[in-house]
């Protein structure tokens, strides 16, 4: 996990967010959904504090909604739906 530790000393978010992405991705498709999760949310987060709103930029709210509702948590998955929405 090099990429991630080596984002969080020079603070570079948006490595961090690359990295957390990959690894929430890649969880997702071995049908690890909690794993996935934890990945895509920390992307998520990582992406926000870079101060992109895109949610084209790596389309990480896209796979977490997918991540919440593969594992059951549609509420949340529902709630990031609305944002992308907006």
Known sequence: MRGRGGGGAGQLTSTLAC???ALGFLALGLGDETGAIGHLERASEQTRRFGCRDPSFLYTDADL?????RAGRREEAQAVVEALAD
């Open 19 to 21: 990295a957390e992405r």
């Open 65 to 69: 909604a997918e991540a919440y509702v």
